[in-house]
């Protein structure tokens, strides 16, 4: 079995997280990743204080586990879920889209265990020196909204700037990756796209034969002239988008107003002509819907053997 600090400090069996992926990680998908034995996370992102009180309780009636809410900081709700998190005692919170210092404190002081996304070293510093548990370095093959550095660079940076475990996110879907990560000094992974089709995962089906079917440049980056590059998978729609974008007359409120609600579309309706699937570039790796307890115990199985394999490459 693959163990690290990151099982120790949060009490899991894998360290392997689920990302927080807006619309999609609810209770059902979280309480499966961490009954599974590896950190299931609700995404806050799209629900308000109240809604995101009503998806914890529904995961702690099918889960007793470590779990994770994650808050998107650019979401209107932030401020309500990041006190909601508090109040229901989550045991662990993850951050993206933006800088979290504004939080922390309140969840540090009432034991909530922080683990911020992080796409520099800069961020990871800040973050290590206000008191977080760990880090998740994200690279730019996620799906989603991403920062710069890939994660073949950013881990071993971060690695390094940091004294906290660093969990590996980005462009991991296999045992490979999943060795690879460990190799660049990470201490876990984070995975969203292999997630998108475990069988308790909710999304449209749609979406899920989207993923199946995409292979290695299935995947785009949008939004750059908004200040959010955005992964999506390639559709009509997001085509048209970045067209829009290189289009000087359109403004930027033209802009947000067409991209708005389309995650949503994507995710319950499974609208091709106007959803954003957004998808990282592992998806040509994902071949099979499985449960999440099959996955975790597949990719740690197939990083063992990796490792154990890497052996040949010194013995000569
Ligand atoms: O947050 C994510 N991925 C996301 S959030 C999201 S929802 C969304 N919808 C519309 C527009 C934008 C987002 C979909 N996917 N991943 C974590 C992540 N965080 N990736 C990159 C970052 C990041 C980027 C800049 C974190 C901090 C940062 O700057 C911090 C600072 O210093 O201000």
Redesign the pocket.
Known sequence: MIKTRVNELLGITYPIFQGG??WVADASLAAAVSNAGGLGIIAG?NMNGEQLRAEIRKLREKCNKPFAVNV???SPHAAEVADVIVEEHVPVVTT????PLTYMKKWTEAGVKVI?????V??AQMVAKRGATAV?A?GGE??????EANTMALIPQVADAVDIPVIAAGGIADGRGYAAALMLGAEGIQMGTRFLVAKECNIHPNFKAKVLKAGDTATMVS?RR?G?P?RSLKTPFSRKFAEMEKDASVTDEQLNAF?TGA?RKAVTDGDDANGVF?CGQVAGLVKKEQTCSEILEEITAQAEGVLAGAKKYSDR
Not at 116 to 120: G, I, L
Not at 142 to 147: A, F, K
């Open positions: 992926m807006a992102m998107m900081l650019m993206g889209a933006g800088n911020p996304v992080v796409a520099s800069a961020l998740v994200e996620s799906g989603g909204h991403i920062g939004g908004l959010h955005i991209g995650l957004m």
